[in-house]
């Protein structure tokens, strides 16, 4: 038995095309902009794309876009999605399991939720876009987050790249701003 997740039509047919490897960061993270781009397009979530690869072998575990409204629940986020489809590809919440090198790309630097889900799920390198301030910019509530969070990660294991292609992923953020994007987070 496996979670479904409400996945739009235009995600499943998309993710059907992109080549199974990705070779370098610069395309990881383009797939995840895309990812984020479409969904946009699509009117089926906020402004958010994550893409799973396995380090070593380079190969796409999972995609995800953001899909809590969409989905009508709070932890569809981007990297919880791309993340619980990689865990349903491997057949393992543990996606270090093996011995797996594992890299998460994601569209922005990681909310208070996904800051903890990472760790679990196997992630031992972590490459983002947009900084947090980007999207707080914007209207949405990361959560509470430690100072040095990404010091945090390091001694866990997991190295952090920040910025990476940061102003495409300040371009989508814009966009969705500026055409009215449902913006959400944790209550006061």
């Known amino acids: ?12 047919e998309w993710v059907a095309t992109l080549p199974q490897r990705l070779e370098y960061d610069a395309a990881a993270m383009t797939v995840a902009l895309e990812a984020c781009r479409r969904n946009l397009d699509g009117g089926t979530g906020g402004p958010f794309g994550a893409v799973v690869l396995d380090g070593k072998t380079r190969q796409v575990l999972g995609v995800g876009v953001n899909l809590v409204v969409f989905g009508q629940a709070s932890v569809l986020h981007a990297e919880i999605v791309a993340l619980t489809l990689a865990q349903q590809r491997t057949g393992s919440y543990d996606l270090a399991a093996g011995g797996r090198d594992v890299t998460l790309y994601s569209t922005a630097e990681p909310c208070a939720m996904c800051l903890g889900a990472i760790p679990w799920s196997g992630v031992n390198r972590l490459v983002c876009g947009a900084r947090d301030e980007d999207v707080r910019a914007i209207g949405f509530d990361e959560g509470d987050k430690p100072a040095g969070w990404s010091d945090l990660y390091r001694r866990r294991g997991i190295t952090v790249t920040r910025d990476f292609l940061r102003a495409e992923a300040v371009g989508l953020l814009e966009r969705y701003a500026a055409d009215g994007g449902i913006r959400y987070g944790p209550h006061d």
Do not use: G, H, N, V
Not at 1 to 12: D, G, I, K, N, Y
């Open 1 to 12: 038995m496996s979670l479904q997740l409400p996945l739009p039509a235009w995600f499943r």
